[in-house]
């Protein structure tokens, strides 16, 4: 028993619970994640709008436009298309986490590394929350009768982990 190991505390899940979500997660399928994605962020921005002012893109801050704007049509593609980039980037993010949630000590550095990086664009951890609730909304829209009370406890097990270690990045707060 060396100091060089490193403490794994009990945050893991169940292999229950990485079971069910690797199976829930099949049914979403990566041809959905730019769809799924493109839903995650219009519901951040619907439910927490002042989240739009962490993103560096101008088209994605002013996604409203005038009639006199000639590239009308095209920045609101823009936007949309940056929207569904974005998020489809999110889902391929919670696509490596899923892939190692029975490694809780890859997932936890997975999750410093996520934290770290998005410090670095001022994210608080009340836009982790906003996440949090974006993908609860999304998840529930796409699998529909499919996200039963299992699924969403498993799911919602990862989340709680997510969520409590990429705070400890973003705050600085890695005990």
């Not at 839903?39 to 002012?53: C, E, G, T, V």
């Not at 929350?129 to 609860?136: I, R």
Request: net charge neutral; charged share 30%.
């Amino acid at each position: 028993m060396g100091c060089s190991q490193a403490k794994i505390e009990p945050e893991a899940l169940t292999p229950d619970d990485a079971r069910i979500i690797r199976e829930t997660w099949k049914m979403v399928g990566r041809e959905a994640y730019g769809e799924y994605g493109q839903r995650l962020m219009l519901r951040i921005f619907q439910k927490y709008p002042d989240i739009k002012a962490l993103w560096q893109n101008p088209r994605i801050m002013n996604a409203t436009t005038t009639a006199d704007d000639a590239d009308a049509p095209n920045s609101a593609n823009r936007w949309k298309m940056d929207l569904r980039n974005h998020g489809s980037k999110f889902f391929n993010s919670l696509d490596d986490l899923i892939s190692v949630v029975d490694k809780p000590e890859e997932l936890f550095k997975m999750l410093h590394d996520i934290g770290v990086k998005h410090k670095g664009y001022e994210v608080k951890s009340e836009h982790i929350q906003a996440v949090v609730d974006g993908l609860n909304h999304t998840m529930e829209f796409g699998l529909k009768d499919k996200w039963t009370d299992a699924r969403q406890k498993s799911f919602q097990r990862l989340i709680n982990i997510i969520v409590t270690r990429t705070n400890r990045s973003l705050s600085g707060d890695e005990k």
